[in-house]
Nanobody, 124 residues
Framework: QVQLVESGGGLVRAGGSLKLSCAAS????????MGWFRQAPGKEREFVAA????????YYADSVKGRFTCSRDNAKNTVYLQMNSLKPEDTAVYYCAARTARLPTMRGLDYEYWGQGTQVTVSS
């Protein structure tokens, strides 16, 4: 079992940047593929980005490709989401999730563990 805690959210103007962190504790962090999801008010949760266990391979939603970068530091048990060129439509609660598998997926149902979320608000 792994516990996940996100941090780094906040209020930023459009065009600005934020870096989210997700710290893991419990089982060996490198056992998990990791994903980032978000949920805006009144909308369904959606996939944002993911990274495999080694950190070599990343995946992105089309809406964030070229603006967001997912990375991980297995020595620090942490996964990151660097968000640049933020837009008002990026406003949401952002969640990290862990999956006991080598590769991540874009489906939230495939992830076994979730953090509590961190709010990101982008003003226009």
């Amino acid at each position: 079992q792994v516990q996940l805690v996100e941090s780094g959210g906040g209020l930023v103007r459009a065009g600005g940047s934020l870096k989210l962190s997700c710290a893991a504790s419990g089982r060996t962090f490198s056992d998990y593929a990791m994903g980032w999801f978000r949920q805006a008010p009144g909308k369904e949760r959606e996939f944002v980005a993911a990274i495999n266990r080694s950190g070599i391979t990343t995946y992105y939603a089309d809406s964030v490709k070229g603006r967001f970068t997912c990375s991980r530091d297995n020595a620090k048990n942490t996964v990151y989401l660097q968000m640049n060129s933020l837009k008002p439509e990026d406003t949401a609660v952002y969640y990290c999730a862990a999956r006991t598998a080598r590769l991540p997926t874009m489906r939230g149902l495939d992830y076994e563990y979730w953090g509590q979320g961190t709010q990101v608000t982008v003003s226009s």
